[in-house]
């Protein structure tokens, strides 16, 4: 891979044989991956460093890109984790006071092949009728190389459907986030062990700022090693790849539903939920990504314009309360669907403590419609302490 300090020829190259010509941005060379698109207005810096990302082209929908730069504070995580990058028109400086540098330096340094001058709403429309589909962006002598031998390297690569690559950006070494850090005065309220299969570093510290100590472990984390943190409650983050691979991780869940130990998920941990309740998946034609997707709170009637990034979803009965398939967790109702396709966005458990949604309510970037889950699970996790306290004064 080569770095450019000046805009070579770039193609990007689907998967079905299309092709859009443009300019490099970033570092030259080549990359490969699933080519998505995003429909967020802004949030580039979070999209970027977002884990759910791994292994994915971003198409950004918004035309012009970079122009506020980059900062340190902004990342979500250590490092930027999309596969490639493609944009319309690529900011020439950032003018922001809090830029630190810019976007297509930062690209370069962390050795992200992007392609700029390309007309992203064609691409955008391609994928809504095709589906999200693999695809490669070649700059440089990687562009020259002849179209068939471009679409024959893109259509070569492994499939998103099937990969398992939660492991891969979870952390490897647990660390705790405390309330303190982040204006909580006084002990913490609740202890929380939450399964980074890809987490945002804005995830924990939502949690910390409502008095939660946040111990983030392993994607690899076993039941007994959650346990061993006594917990009141365990979260499950958000993260790339099919749920069908998390085999490891819907059997730890079912651990914690049977021991019914307080349970929220979010995204990925949307998933691993419905898998626990024996529920299928499926990957979604073109997924869901941006700041501004819809989505109606059942027990409510309320609309949030919601974060969301994923391309898989569960596959439940909506309409009420059912059995879930897994008998002996009881009752489920779906408690949120998206107001663009019906989507599964949020499953409500009626006989164990435990709920999840599809979306981000972390909200990096995006609106803050959806902060509420945080107290909601609060709630779960002070109800369901308050029950086990009666029982022991009952026994």
């Known amino acids: 891979m080569s770095v450019n300090t000046t805009p070579e020829p770039a193609v990007l190259v689907l998967e079905d044989g299309r092709i859009f010509r443009g300019q490099s941005y970033g570092a030259g060379g080549t990359t490969l991956g699933e080519a998505v698109f995003t429909t967020g207005m802004t949030g580039y810096q979070e999209t970027l460093t977002d884990p759910s990302y791994a292994r994915q082209l971003i198409v950004q929908t918004a035309p012009h890109i970079g122009n506020t730069g980059i900062n340190v504070q902004d990342n979500e995580s250590d490092r930027i984790w999309a596969g490639g990058y493609v944009v319309r028109d690529a900011a020439r400086r950032p003018s922001n006071w809090r830029s630190e540098g810019t976007l297509d330096e930062e690209l370069v340094r962390q050795g992200i092949v992007g392609i ?138 079912r651990r914690v539903l049977e021991a019914r130990i307080p349970y929220f998920g979010i995204c990925f941990g949307n998933q691993i939920l419905g898998r626990a309740l024996g529920f299928g998946t499926y990957k979604l034609r073109y997924g869901h990504r941006g700041i501004n997707q819809p989505v109606m709170d059942l027990s409510t009637g309320k609309v949030e314009i919601t974060s969301q990034n994923h391309g898989f979803a569960v596959d439940a009965p909506r309409g009420g309360a059912f059995q879930a398939p897994e008998q002996k967790f009881g009752r489920v109702e779906v408690s949120h669907v998206s107001l663009n396709d019906d989507v599964v966005e949020g499953l409500h458990c009626l006989d164990v403590p435990a709920f999840s949604v599809q979306y981000h309510p972390e909200a990096a970037a995006g609106p803050h419609d959806s902060a509420y889950l945080f107290d909601r699970f609060f709630d779960m996790m002070a109800a369901h302490g308050d029950q086990s306290t009666n029982s022991k004064e009952e026994n």
């Open 116 to 253: 700029q001058g390309v007309d992203t709403r064609a691409i955008t429309r391609h994928l809504r009728e095709r589906g999200a589909m693999k695809a490669g962006i070649f700059s440089g002598d990687d562009a020259v190389a002849p179209d068939a031998e471009l679409v024959a390297r893109v259509a070569a690569q492994e499939s998103m459907e099937g990969s398992q690559l939660a492991e891969e950006v979870s952390v490897k070494t647990a660390y705790t986030v405390e309330p303190a850090d982040y204006g909580w005065q006084g002990e913490p309220r609740f202890t929380i062990a939450a399964i980074d299969l890809g987490i945002k570093s804005t995830t924990p510290e939502r949690l910390a700022e409502r008095g939660l100590r946040v111990h983030v472990v392993p994607a690899t984390s076993t039941f007994e090693d959650l346990t061993a943190l006594e917990p009141d409650g365990v979260f499950i983050s958000n993260g790339p790849g099919d749920p069908a691979t998390a085999t490891a991780q819907v059997a730890t869940l």
